[in-house]
T-cell receptor
Framework: EDKVVQSPLSLVVHEGDTVTLNCSYE??????LLWYKQEKKAPTFLFML????IEKKSGRLSSILDKKELFSILNITATQTGDSAIYLC???????????????FGKGTHLIIQP | EAQVTQNPRYLITVTGKKLTVTCSQN?????MSWYRQDPGLGLRQIYY???????DKGDVPEGYKVSRKEKRNFPLILESPSPNQTSLYFC????????????FGSGTQLSVL
């Protein structure tokens, strides 16, 4: 069974701090790893990672994948209160015999930024 | 504006009373999917559809039905809702079967009494 584990489950920091969120996975037929940010309701796409060691960056957010050790990290520097959200990691796998790729989500990390 | 629209946003119902949650996307996406989100369990896929008239079960399909008669619509049907289906439901779509650019609807909070 495919498994995606995020840690920590919850994190409270002060504005300006840097945070690192972790996502480890055990899946067959890995295709990609995705990060989403979920604020009030709907998750929104942040990054897709397919290759090890290549950092994806968007403003103060960055992410990297290690396919050998089967994990990814999401870094947020100089955090702001607007970064408060649930961050979801998802792993996409390819099913044999065709058909849609599967997407397994972790339980998420609830990040709270205190002013 | 490109979006995935779910209705209703909130729904309280009683056990056994059939209900439908609608989902519509205006991006001409082929792939659509339903998820439920529960505390401590994350997002779990219920059903997905790769195109019109093509649907398949996700991880937790029991107690749900879907249909894909038109490309833009993908309703979720609960024929006989039960309290364990109380959850936050999300519809999502993407251009192809790749999931990397899943667009999510705003969610439907369902309570079954």
């Amino acid at each position: 069974e495919d498994k995606v584990v995020q840690s920590p489950l919850s994190l409270v920091v002060h504005e300006g701090d840097t945070v690192t969120l972790n996502c480890s996975y055990e899946v067959t037929n890995f295709r990609s790893l995705l990060w989403y940010k979920q604020e009030k309701k709907a998750p929104t796409f942040l990054f897709m990672l397919t290759s090890s060691g290549i950092e994806k960056k968007s403003g103060r957010l960055s992410s990297i994948l290690d396919k050998k050790e089967l994990f990814s990290i999401l870094n947020i520097t100089a955090t702001q209160t607007g970064d408060s959200a649930i961050y979801l990691c998802a792993v996409e796998v390819t099913y044999s015999g065709g058909g849609a790729d599967g997407l397994t989500f972790g339980k998420g990390t609830h990040l709270i930024i205190q002013p | 504006e490109a979006q995935v629209t779910q209705n209703p946003r909130y729904l309280i119902t009683v056990t056994g009373k059939k209900l439908t949650v609608t989902c519509s996307q205006n991006m001409n996406h082929e792939y659509m999917s339903w998820y439920r989100q529960d505390p401590g369990l994350g997002l779990r896929q219920i059903y997905y559809s790769m195109n019109v008239e093509v649907t398949d079960k996700g991880d937790v399909p029991e107690g749900y039905k879907v249909s894909r008669k038109e490309k833009r619509n993908f309703p979720l049907i609960l024929e006989s809702p039960s309290p364990n289906q109380t959850s936050l439901y999300f519809c999502a779509s993407s251009l192809g079967s790749r999931n990397e650019k899943l667009f999510f609807g705003s969610g439907t909070q369902l309570s079954v009494l």
